[in-house]
């Protein structure tokens, strides 16, 4: 299958994140992606494409003016206002306080922050626009007629709400490609997201459709990030109830285990009639994953291509996460190659 990869993705290369009380050096860093394409190459899996430029507007269909014009101008605005580190919120407007943008760059911050652990760098803009532009492409490539294609995205996208940034995402870069192919002619699409953490950015942007039926397995939000989004309790408001899916799992979770909730994920998603797969593809459930708590083996990850493969369906593999850096070329290409058969 055809990779679709840009070197602006090393645009993102922030020294910071605060992690455990400290500032250490990111988790989501370049040398991932690095990983995958070298993988990608030596395994012969396909050509590797550079993204096409499709504009603004694409992105603008799931996210306001506002909010990107935050992204591409925070930096500045935080130099201006005297700071020497990385831009990191610190003030949020938490519960009983009012859902008003502040000026102050500081108080901006948090208002479209999610977390804090996601400092906002020079050109960190430039690499969200470039990944954002990756899986434009990819999603293309579907409509062309390709039955599949791998959007090498970094940074990643699937905690970027409409208008919040955070836990190392800015611009939402499955709901993008989605979007992207329900605005020309597709009707229904599943988006997957078997990254270990909750897609909260992407259920909370489909929440209330049905032209998109979301499902996430992940470690429970009780005890992993983001917290406070993908209980199984939510399944969807208005026209969108009924089409999202949430299945939480404990620390320790097998590949046994976890698979059952991918039949389950995939048994709904061929009741739904979807188009299109938009598959949100984090590796970061491997069993070595350092911020992570299921236990995963690489060949699971080729068993994970086959299941996934079974589903019949054009499918976009859009990257998301994964940090056993070493590794993750390994885990992610295995997942492509299991699909190819
Ligand atoms: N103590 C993705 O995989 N930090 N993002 C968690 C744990 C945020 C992960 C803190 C993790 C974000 C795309
Ligand atoms: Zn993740």
Not at 32 to 50: K, N, P, Q, Y
Not at 114 to 136: F, H, I, P
Not at 187 to 211: E, K, S
Not at 322 to 328: M, R
Request: proline content about 5%.
């Amino acid at each position: 299958m055809e990779t679709i990869y840009t070197a602006k993705h090393k645009l993102r290369d922030a020294r910071t994140e605060l992690f455990g009380g400290q500032l250490v050096a990111p988790f989501e860093r370049p040398s991932r992606a690095e990983h995958v394409i070298a993988r990608i190459r030596e395994e012969g899996l396909g050509a590797v494409s550079d993204p096409d430029d499709f504009g603004m507007d694409p992105i603008h269909a799931i996210h306001p003016q506002h909010f990107t014009d935050f992204l591409r101008t925070a930096w500045g605005r935080w130099k201006e206002a005297g700071f020497e580190g990385e831009a990191i919120p610190t003030s949020w407007p938490a519960r009983r306080m009012v859902d008003r943008p502040p000026r102050h760059i500081d108080g901006l911050l948090g208002y479209y922050a999610l977390s804090a652990e996601t400092s906002l760098t020079e050109s960190t803009w430039d690499a969200a626009y470039a990944s954002a532009q990756v899986a434009l492409t990819g999603a293309e490539r579907l409509q062309e007629g390709a039955s599949a294609a791998f959007a090498l995205c970094r940074p990643p996208g699937h905690h970027a709400t409409a208008d919040m940034y955070g836990g190392f995402c800015f611009l939402n870069n499955a709901a993008i490609a989605a979007q992207h192919m329900l605005s020309h002619g597709a009707c229904r699409v599943a988006i997957l997201d078997i990254d270990f953490h909750h897609g909260n950015g992407t259920q909370d942007i489909f929440y209330d459709r049905d032209d998109v039926l979301f499902i996430s397995l992940h470690g429970d939000p009780l005890d992993a990030y983001p917290y406070f989004l993908g209980h199984a309790e939510e399944t969807g408001m208005g026209a969108g109830q009924g089409h999202t899916l949430n299945l939480p799992m404990p620390p320790g979770t097998t590949f046994a285990v976890w698979r059952e909730g991918l039949a389950r994920a995939l048994s709904k998603i061929a009741e739904y009639g979807a188009d299109a797969l938009v598959v949100s593809l984090g590796v970061d459930t491997f069993e070595n994953d350092p911020i992570s708590f299921f236990k995963l083996r690489s060949e699971d990850f080729l068993t994970t291509g086959q299941d996934l493969a079974a589903a019949n369906m054009p499918t976009l593999f859009a990257m998301e996460g994964g940090y056993a850096v070493e590794e993750i070329g390994i885990n992610a290409v295995n997942v492509l190659q299991g699909f190819e058969g």
